[in-house]
Every structure is written in C-alpha cells, then in structure tokens.
C-alpha cells in the first residue's frame, strides 16, 4: 500500500514520539522547520511539540494520540518525526492502525522511530520512509546537505522514476559539534565508498532501520515478517560488544535463515573496545555458513547525507559491484 507523494502545498504533521527534541533545541527546530516550508510544505505541529518529560516528550498516551491526531486528519498528507529517542515501541499498542490503512499517508523518520516505521508497515502494508527528521537533519546547520535534501525529493515527491541505482555520496561526515554552540558547518570527508562483505546479486522487499530500536520490538506482532527481505540495519554508538549482542539477536530469531540480502549503513562513532577483530570479522562469526550477499558502509542513518528507504518497495542488491537498484516508488 502506497500513499500519494508530496507536492507544494501539502500539510505535513510533525511528531515528538520520544526525546523532546524541540524544547531540548528550540533553535534547530526552528531551522528544520524553516527548511521543510522551503521545500514548499505547510507545517502543523502536533501536541507534545512544546511538552516535555524528562527523557520524553510525554505520556505513552500523549504520544500515541499526537500520531493519531494526524493519522485521522484528511488534511495531513505525511507524518515526519522531530527526532528519535528510546521508547516509541511504547506506542505501538495505540496506534490507530485501522483509520491508516484507509487513509494512507506518508511516515518517515530514522532511529527510535525504526518501531512506529515497521509497526505501521506490518500492520497496515503502507510502505513507510526511513529518513531525515526534523531537528538533527532538516535542522542541520547553516542549512541540510544538498544532496540529502535530494534524496527527500526523490522519494517523498517522487521526482526520480525507478528504476534507479542509488547514489554513492562523494562526502559524508559523523562530525560531533554541540547543537546549542554550532557555527559552523560541520566537516566533510571523502568517502570510501560501499564495501561488499560477501559477494553476490538478491532481490526482495526493502526492510529494516535501527539494529538497536529494533531490540524493542522484535519478536512480537509489530515486527514483519523477513522472510525474501532485503534488510537493511545501522546504529549510532556502540560498540563492539552491543554489536555481538544485536547480531546474535538476530541470528537468534531466525533473521539470517529468511533474509535474501543484507545492507550495512555507516556507524556512527563506533568504538571497536581494542578488539583484535573487526565489525566485519564479528558479523561473519555470528552469520556462520548463510550465504546472502552483505554490502556495509552504506549511506543511511545517523551519518550525513543519508538516503531514504522507503520500507516494503522491491530491490536489487548487487554487492559486487556496490550496487542498490530501487525498482519501484514508495509513493504513487
């Protein structure tokens, strides 16, 4: 199931599921916000914008309802995340996934949001977008990237027609600058392009999102079902031990016997702990004998740019060659 893209004119609701990130970085909400109505969209906030808990937004409940609130509001053409956090797996009992399925509308976000991403997927079969959110990306300083501007569009507004092979940026960053002292741009550095890991050419359904967010949900109703998937995982600041931990939980729940394909984004300050082996090393270790086609250092995630992974199309994974063919929209 697909929803319409995104033209000029579109309202587009704009949720807190986790961390208050707009009341933590009123000035980078303010930017991302002035970034997405250049792209020519009319923004609503919703109402856990301005509330804080701690570590949350709000209530489950508040939360839940702020999504709900769009979800059945004809208006609201895309739902896009203001940041991620810990605990939007919280919400998955509340989502109004029945109005949804009837009305579909964009969702897109990365990280903690991985679980609302494929909770509603699962539920629904809507296709939904693992990409930029407000205040980390839109929210970039002096502006977003170009390029991961261009990669929105090719999805969100459907302004590339599949099939196409994504793009390999010619620089990306994982630069640290504190958000409330930022002034200046952060530093790019070439990049070293996407590496095969193990040879090899698979299709099947684009699924996946944060290794870590998808900890808090994996194993129950909300989580789809990857057998034929080309899956896809990154994570930001961990180590090496967490990373055995998260590939074991994998293996462990039969991933690696249903998967045709696996693509590895860019980790984000990743801290090896002196280990004698590498990331790559230790991922093998826990695969074992699987023989599916592995291409790592990709593009998507915490690091910038990043592309967007409209979760459920069909692709094509060429590790060999470095190749991610899209073969279909996301979006009508």
Request: some cysteine; proline content about 5%.
């Amino acid at each position: 199931m697909k929803a319409d893209h995104l033209t000029k004119g579109d309202k587009v609701g704009i949720i807190s599921p986790s961390t208050p990130a707009p009341v933590k970085f009123p000035e980078r909400f303010k930017r991302g916000k002035a970034y997405l109505e250049s792209m020519g969209l009319d923004l609503v906030e919703g109402c856990c914008t301005h509330k804080e808990q701690s570590y949350r937004s709000s209530t489950i409940r508040d939360r839940a309802e702020e999504i709900n609130e769009f979800i059945r509001d004809p208006e609201i053409k895309a739902i896009i995340s203001t940041i991620g956090g810990m605990n939007s797996n919280a919400l998955l009992p509340y989502i109004d996934y029945k109005t949804l399925k009837k009305h579909p509308k964009i969702m897109m976000g990365y990280s903690d949001v991985t679980a609302l991403l494929l909770g509603i997927y699962q539920k629904t079969g809507l296709h939904t977008f693992y990409g930029p959110a407000v205040v980390p990306s839109f929210g970039e300083y002096p502006e977003m990237l170009k390029s991961g501007a261009d990669y929105v569009k090719n999805e969100l507004f459907a302004e590339k027609k599949a099939p196409y092979t994504l793009e390999v940026p010619d620089k990306w960053t994982e630069e640290l600058i504190d958000w409330h002292s930022q002034d200046r741009a952060k530093t790019m550095v070439t990049n070293e392009g996407w590496k095969c890991v193990r040879s090899g050419k698979a299709s099947g359904k684009l699924i996946g999102g944060n290794l870590n967010a998808m900890f808090g949900f994996i194993g129950t109703a909300y989580f789809p079902d990857l057998n034929d998937a080309i899956l896809f995982i990154e994570d930001s600041f961990k180590d090496m031990a967490t990373e055995e931990r998260l590939f074991s939980m994998l293996k462990l729940h039969g991933v690696f016997d249903q998967i045709q394909g696996l693509i590895i984004g860019k980790h984000e300050h990743f801290d090896d702990l002196g280990s004698p082996f590498t990331q790559e090393d230790l991922l093998l270790e826990v695969i074992g004998d699987r023989s599916f086609p592995i291409l790592e250092n990709v593009d998507i995630g915490h690091t910038f740019p990043s592309h967007v992974f409209p979760i459920g199309i069909k692709v094509e994974l060429d590790a060999d060659n470095g190749d991610i063919v899209f073969t279909e929209k996301g979006v009508h």
